[in-house]
């Protein structure tokens, strides 16, 4: 069993710390709204990985996979989410960014939220589970569904703490740019940009 988890939690650690919509998302988050709030979206992206464990452990994802209309449409409600996150993003007050009064408006459940729609609207996870998953069961012969949701787990693990380390990162970050009066304008049009980004390349 360690023979398969040992490097399955190596090549899960390679995979969460390249970058990719879920990392840049945490980055951007708590450098908007500090560390705290980054991990609560980090707690969000990594809940969304139970869904695509379930996915794969029961055989949803492979009809996604053979079925590309549905791929796509559930590639472009993802996409059209981000896009509506830099939309919230530009019609902001870039001066309420860093305010307290902003981060109250910002409640952690719907950052919660956001984290967990993103990663659950990301059909390439699943894709990609359905592909590396399998290649890591222990006992193939055996309750395949429990070795899933073991895996599931410990890439849920290891994302969450690699998540909380970028988010503590980004929250000295914010500390740093609360204190410069014009950052507020900048980080606005950089999460405008990154959400847009991370849509295509969803989309991509």
């Known amino acids: ?7 399955f939690l190596t ?6 710390i390249s970058p990719g919509p879920d990392i840049i998302y945490v980055l ?3 450098i908007a709204n500090g560390s705290k709030y980054g991990i609560v979206v980090a707690l969000g992206l990594v809940s969304g990985i139970l869904v695509h464990t379930s996915l794969v452990a029961f055989g949803v994802s492979a009809i996604i996979k053979n079925s590309p209309v549905l791929f796509m449409l559930i ?3 993802g996409a059209l989410y981000l896009f509506y996150l830099a939309y919230q993003v530009y019609k902001s007050d870039p001066e309420i960014a ?6 109250q408006r910002k409640s952690l459940f719907s950052l919660f939220r956001q984290g967990f729609i993103l ?3 990301n059909p390439k996870v699943t ?6 998953f399998p290649g890591f069961l222990w006992e193939p012969a055996g309750n395949t569904v429990l070795q899933f949701y073991v895996l599931g787990f410990l890439f849920m693990l290891q994302a969450f703490l690699i998540f909380i380390a970028v988010a503590m990162m980004a929250g000295k970050i914010s500390v740093y740019l609360k204190r410069h009066p014009n950052s507020g304008v900048i980080l606005k049009w950089v999460q405008v940009v990154v959400f847009i980004s991370i ?3 969803i989309l991509i």
């Open 1 to 7: 069993m360690l023979e398969q988890l040992i490097p």
């Open 11 to 16: 090549a899960s650690v390679l995979l969460t």
């Open 28 to 30: 951007v988050r708590g």
């Open 75 to 77: 590639k472009v409600f």
């Open 98 to 103: 860093f305010s307290t009064e902003g981060l």
């Open 119 to 121: 990663n659950v609207l």
């Open 127 to 132: 894709i990609y589970f359905l592909a590396f």
């Open 199 to 201: 849509g295509i390349l």
